[in-house]
């Protein structure tokens, strides 16, 4: 029997097939055309006398210049942040380190609307997401470790927790106010000190909640922002008096990382890359489930470490689910990232857009079936259409490395063994998505995926209460929730 | 054509049915887009009087607004139909004569449905002679609900073969029928038994519309459509009063069923208050300024 063409649905024209523009305001934020280092609770010129831009990917125009910390600069954050750990802050009651905590929350939610728009010029993603997702969340882990502060003893009973010290933080660019507050919160509730290096492609909000903090009246030294690239992060990882490093970021510079701090007594959480399995089976809600795969890989432009970017699909509803998917894809709006109706917006940076262009020439040269949705992109500015891979292979590189953009390996499976065998087949182990109707199904998957996270029915959400971290490659220790304490204390 | 098993329908999960109608109220419309999706909303309405005082008098002046909707603004489409009962179609044929406004009527002993099968039928006749162009009947929730599926699919392609020319609405009464679930297997049950359009509610019964719901019945006419390459259309009932929520129904009609469904022919709302919220809205666009509701005549 021949096989039946799947009628297309039409998206192409029609009242709604474009928007008016609906441009969220800019007009309230205040970015200063410089910003040097915050060091000891005050703005510092950087000893190096550089500085760098930051670029806005949507427009590539420059937003401002960023002090680039040199050692000497570090040195003295470092200082300063032991200086303020020393005499003040972990001999502080914990309930008064926790007013500080709460302050530091209530004055990111009363600043969300310039938080978010910040957020999505320095950084590309929509205006929607920063504002629904990235700073609220951000808000709310403060709320939540503040809670903690207090009742450390109750985290850990008879186990008498005390602070480790001082925090070197590193943080990477996809979801910048949000990663500093996932490392600050915790740091700060345990009773450390703390020096954060941003990403170099998106300083401002951690920059900006630099304001807040002193804003907040947090005691000098307590919270220290550095900016800068490898080198900054390379001297933070390598000082000597840093009890602790917590890095976000790539599986490569991780293992740079756990290679110079061997030997030392510092302690480390990773948490690095992923290529997480979203697998449907054939009893799945799928009309939610390619909801699922667009929010599991096209959420943020891709740039997620934990997203859904290889999809396995049960093959007696591979073609329907593929040929749904498709169709979702068209109504995806790309473009203008302030523009509140823009579903996926600008690539953070042209390194990585050339990085994303690289992998979808790889998956064309592998033989992998390569669709793109039809949509306009914006002229200027780096943007890259939501892309799919058909018909991958466990082999292929674009299934093997994270490409970090909105690029998704679509393979198919028949049993239940097959699917755990290929998903857990990767050097990663960050996260999994499980899509069934069937409840004992899922509780065999999350025993045998090999996951920090695994999603049942949903994916890509996130709680302070929840733990969050990876296997293997993906890093160890867990951020989020009482765990997230952990790496903060010792016994 | 092969018919699907009832007992076994698609699955819906009712959280992400939810999470992607708030995304769909995320939209921001504006300017153009929102005049001219006002506008089609306004063309989409079923205007509708279902009420135990209706008379003659009350539905002639409904139709009058059916078709004059606001003379002020000039170029502002109709309706897309009048709402009656059955008794009132006569009247509500001669009072719209050649407007091009459709008249519907309720049939099947609304809005309970707890009749004979040949009372229903009759009932279904007598609204198609006095000249209906669409029929709305209402399934039997209590048969449907102990699992009668056979049941309910036979007595909706009695009625179907009892309209004959006029479009048969399919009205599942989704706040009886409750889960999500059930809503998608009335939805299959009604298009494969012959509905041309298959609406939420009576408007008797609260809560009436929803978005979730409504989007489980979109996704069911998708699904169909994928299958057979054939169109069904939607009608939401009751609970849409506001401009604002016709519009981000008119969002998920799009971007779940595309382009092919944007007119009345696919789409309705049935509703009463809409119009007037939808008239005050597109005048506020034009003017800029907030009219009083008296600026706006209640038929």
């Known amino acids: ?491 | 054509m092969t018919y699907p098993d009832f007992n076994k329908t698609v699955t819906v999960d009712q959280v992400g049915i939810e999470e992607r109608c708030s995304r769909f109220q995320a939209r921001s419309i504006k300017k153009e887009t929102k005049v001219e999706g006002l506008k089609l909303a306004l063309n989409m309405i079923d205007l509708t009087t279902l009420e135990g005082k209706d008379t003659e008098g009350k539905v002639r002046q409904m139709c009058y607004k059916a078709v004059h909707l606001h003379d002020v603004y000039p170029g502002l489409p109709t309706v897309a139909a009048v709402c009656v009962y059955p008794t009132f179609v006569k009247t509500a044929k001669e009072a719209l004569k050649t407007s091009g406004v459709k008249v519907a009527s309720v049939a099947t002993a609304f809005p309970s449905g707890q009749s004979t099968r040949a009372i229903k039928i009759a009932d279904t006749k007598f609204a198609v002679e006095n000249g209906a162009d669409e029929v709305d009947m209402v399934i039997s929730r209590g048969e449907f609900l102990k699992g009668n599926y056979n049941f309910v699919f036979d007595e909706i392609a009695a009625i179907k073969e009892a309209c004959g020319k006029a479009r048969l609405k399919v009205i599942f009464e989704t706040g009886e029928i409750s889960t999500l679930d059930n809503v998608r297997k009335a939805s299959e049950i009604a298009i494969y038994a012959g509905a041309d359009f298959i609406k939420t509610s009576t408007g008797k019964i609260s809560p009436a519309a929803t978005m979730p719901v409504t989007l489980v019945m979109l996704e069911a006419i998708r699904d169909y459509y994928y299958q057979t390459g054939i169109m069904v259309g939607m009608k939401p009932a009751g609970g849409i009063s506001t401009a604002k929520s016709a519009l981000h129904y008119l969002i998920m009609l799009r971007e779940t069923l595309g382009n092919a469904w944007l007119s009345n022919e696919w789409f309705r709302f049935g509703a009463s208050s809409l119009a007037n919220d939808v008239l005050m809205q597109l005048m506020k666009e034009k003017t800029g300024l907030y009219q009083s509701a008296d600026y706006f005549s209640k038929d």
């Open chain 1, 1 to 491: 029997m021949a096989k039946k063409e799947t009628p297309k649905l039409d998206f192409s024209k029609g009242w709604g097939s474009t928007f008016a523009p609906a441009p969220e305001s800019t007009s309230h934020i205040q970015v200063k055309k410089q910003y040097d280092l915050f060091i000891n609770g005050k703005w510092v010129k950087p000893e190096s006398g550089k500085y760098f831009p930051s670029i806005n990917p949507a427009t590539e125009q420059v937003i401002s210049s960023i002090a680039e910390a040199n050692e000497k600069d570090v040195n003295k954050a470092v200082k300063a942040a032991r200086d303020a750990y020393n005499k003040v802050w972990s001999k502080m009651p914990a309930k008064e380190r926790a007013k500080y905590i709460y302050r530091i929350a209530r004055t990111i939610q009363e600043r969300a609307r310039e938080f978010a728009v910040i957020e999505t010029m320095d950084g590309g993603k929509s205006i929607r997401e920063s504002r629904d997702i990235d700073v609220p969340l951000a808000a709310n882990h403060f709320f939540y470790y503040a809670g903690w502060a207090d009742k450390l003893e109750y985290a850990f009973p008879n186990r008498m927790p005390k602070p480790l010290g001082v925090a070197g933080q590193i943080i990477p660019w996809n979801f910048p106010l949000l990663m500093a507050a996932w490392k600050i919160a915790p740091a700060l509730a345990t009773g450390n000190t703390v020096v954060l290096k941003p990403a170099e492609t998106t300083s401002l909000t951690a920059l900006k909640l630099a304001e807040v903090i002193a804003d907040c009246g947090l005691p000098e030294g307590v919270v220290n922002i550095v900016t800068g690239a490898g080198k900054t992060g390379a001297a933070l990882v390598n000082h000597p008096d840093i009890d602790k490093i917590a890095f976000t970021g790539s599986t490569d510079v991780g293992k740079i990382i756990q290679r110079s701090i061997a030997g030392t007594s510092k302690k480390l959480t990773l948490e690095l890359g992923g290529k997480a399995a979203n697998i449907i089976f054939d009893d799945a809600p799928i009309n939610q489930a390619v909801e699922g795969i667009v929010n599991g890989i096209f959420f943020n432009q891709g740039h997620v470490c934990c997203a859904g970017s290889r999809l396995f699909v049960q093959e007696g509803i591979a073609d329907l689910v593929i040929s749904k998917l498709k169709d979702r894809m068209e109504t995806l709006i790309v473009g203008d990232p302030m523009d509140k109706n823009t579903d996926i917006g600008a690539i953070n940076s042209k390194e990585q857009l050339s990085k994303i262009n690289d992998y979808i020439s790889i998956g064309k040269n592998e033989g992998a079936e390569f669709y793109q949705s039809s949509c306009a992109i914006p002229k200027k500015g780096f943007f890259c259409r939501p892309t799919l891979f058909l018909n991958a292979s466990q082999s292929h590189r674009i299934v093997q490395e994270e490409i970090f953009g909105p690029v998704l390996a679509v393979q198919t499976f028949r049993t239940i063994e097959e699917v755990i065998e290929k998903a857990n087949n990767i050097p990663y182990g960050l996260s999994a998505g499980v899509w069934t109707d069937k409840g004992s199904k899922i509780f065999n998957l999350t025993t045998k995926l090999r996951a920090g996270v695994v999603w049942a029915n949903t994916y890509n959400k996130f709680d302070p209460t929840s733990p969050f971290g990876g296997y293997k490659e993906s890093g160890f220790g867990r951020e989020g929730g009482i765990h997230g304490l952990h790496s903060y204390v010792k016994f």
